[in-house]
């Protein structure tokens, strides 16, 4: 059941999107209202911290629905969270926020996450639209992996701090197929025709498809690019490929729908306490990684914004998002977690989770995972072919 | 009140003066302001400016020409659907409805207590491909084994043509009770069968309706994009799925209004030539 209402609240949130539409950016914008002033960067805690996550990102109690170590963080600093799971993916979520930001208005938002592998991040650095963390409230930033220490677009993490990665790869059900382990057999083998999906986020499918073609997603060419999207294209025209989606895969996947889908190894992890038959590999030729990251939007409290980074790069904390609790009935958000001490945390607490390589991936399958070109992410050409592709 | 006896006149313009100001301002500002932003130039990196980009037309057309065709036909079959299944319901309920008519009429208007979104999601589950439905289907060999219904044309059209259905059932009901049944009778009477009289007397008096129902359902259900999205293939997106997309995810404004002006221009040239076809005057009722 519960997967079902994951995909019915996205569906939800893509209609208001949808909705919002409607309402015309344009117009809003002519008639602008008052702006807000950016908040100060007074070292006094907000009454509130307004976050907006994707959904499913947070550790949460089966039963009550609450999220502890948010429950814990208020009661610690006495601070409410008023936590919101708005955001399915990167384009509709920027597409909402880019009016308001560009008028120099608050969205009323102190936390958002958007992820390295779209256009976003550094797009809204660039523009100028997002605080700098408050570095003095957060000395467990020495906890960060090292090796996401220094991306192109915030050398110095001035400005962003990873929430959680995780890789891309295929997803099958054994009960209606043999395992699929390549893009050439998900979009190839006639007997998944109409049972397969490709990821909308055009990075991910990108990243898959171009190391099937032999070809290096961290350096995209035109050539290799229209390769892939010829690619793509073929298994859309045959039928092969049944729709893009964001994380609204899972559902159908679990129920049987779908015998085999492109998929995020965090939504896997989550699935397969629930169905043992749904299996998650990176392809043989490779998958790709990428990391969502949080941002404090103008306006946000980055004071408080950078209190609450800091509480989550706590080891302990870290952990118990990544993992949960069984004994409380708590599960995790199973991705890929940046918090160096948090696989030691949870070895203590929550072994099997420690080990699941889903979550904990070994050297030999980050060694097979790609980050892609980000001058590919910017190129408007690149993004409209995109698009023009996935709602052809 | 000395003011409005002194003049007298001016009485129909002010009870008109809240809607064409509603209108006004949230109706044609916002179109204005949509017609300027479709002439626009630029990317949203660098700002978009007035350029009477005229080209921004032509490529809508030119590049989504598919997207136009096929959300005419799509919402022209679930048009003819709405009104093959509705008219036999709504002559029912007019006619031999008696003291029930009202609860039979609330069981039409009963699925829009539901938002439209968990209706149409509802149709995943119904049509899902170890749904009932398509089993039942394959069962009767109307599905080939590999058949399915979740994700096609057939999905987005039944998904529209449901959605959109009491928008043709109510006014096609409206314009069969108001007939007098005197009328009938005496062309049974005088020189008809029921069936020539149905065709001479109650078909032609409830035109009216059927030409406001297949209005409010054509017109709304050829730019929807919710079908399309949760009920369709990529194959099967709509012009609607296309606007979303450019203004929401690509944020190419100029592109999604040029694309929406198109749409509007193609919608009034359908109701255009319907009205030649059935006549202007069932227009107006």
Known sequence: MRDLEFTRRQLLERAALGGAALTLPGFLAACGGSSKKAASSSHKLAKTLRFSNWTLYMDTNNKTHMHPTLESFSKKYGVHVQYTEDINDNASFFGKIQGPLSRGQSIDRDIIVMTDNSRYPSLLIKKGWVEKLDKSALPNIKNLQPALSHPAWDPHRDYTLPWQSGMTGIAFNDKLTDPVLSIDELFGNRKLKGKVTCLNEMADALSLVMVSNGDDPSKVTNASFNRAITKIKKAVDSGQIRQFTGNDYAAPLAKGDLAAAMSWSGDIAQLLSENSHLHWNLPADGGDIWTDNMLIPKGGNAYTASVYMNYVYDPKIAAQIEGGDPKTGDTGVYYICPVVGAREALLKTNAAIAKNTLIFPTKKMLDNVHVIDPNALNNEKYLTTWQNLISA | ?285
């Open chain 2, 1 to 285: 009140m000395g003011f409005l006896h002194r003049h007298r006149g001016l009485t129909p313009y002010l009870l008109l003066a809240p809607g064409v100001v509603w209108l006004g301002l949230f109706f044609l500002v916002p179109l204005g302001f949509l017609a300027y932003q479709s002439l626009e130039s630029g990317s949203i990196d660098f700002g978009y400016a007035f350029s009477w980009s005229w080209g921004n037309y032509w490529n809508a057309i030119r590049n989504y020409r598919g997207h136009f065709e096929r959300s005419l036909e799509y919402a022209g079959i679930a048009t003819v659907l709405a009104l093959v299944v509705s008219y036999p319901v709504a002559y029912w309920i007019a006619f031999r409805g008696g003291r029930w008519k009202n609860l039979l009429l609330l069981f039409i208007v009963a699925p829009f207590f539901v938002t439209y979104l968990i209706r149409t999601l509802a149709w995943q589950t119904i049509l899902a491909d170890h749904g009932l439905v398509v089993r039942t289907l394959h069962h009767l060999h109307v599905l080939g084994s590999t058949g399915r219904l979740l994700n096609t044309a057939t999905a987005v059209v039944a998904g529209i043509t449901y959605n959109f259905l009491p928008f043709m059932a109510l006014p096609l009901y409206v314009s069969l009770e108001q007939i007098d049944g005197r009328l009938i009778e005496a062309a049974e009477d005088l020189y008809a069968s029921r069936w020539k009289a149905f065709l001479r007397v109650t078909l032609p008096l409830s035109l009216p309706g059927v030409v406001a129902g297949t209005l409010l359902t054509f017109i709304p259900a050829a730019g929807d994009f919710i079908n399309a999205q949760l009920l369709g293939s990529p194959t099967n997106h709509m012009i609607g799925n296309v606007i979303q997309s450019k203004f929401l995810e690509l944020t190419d404004y100029p592109a999604a209004a040029s694309m929406s002006f198109v749409l509007m221009a193609a919608i009034i040239v359908a109701v255009l030539a319907y009205a030649r076809a059935v006549g202007t005057e069932q227009l107006t009722g």
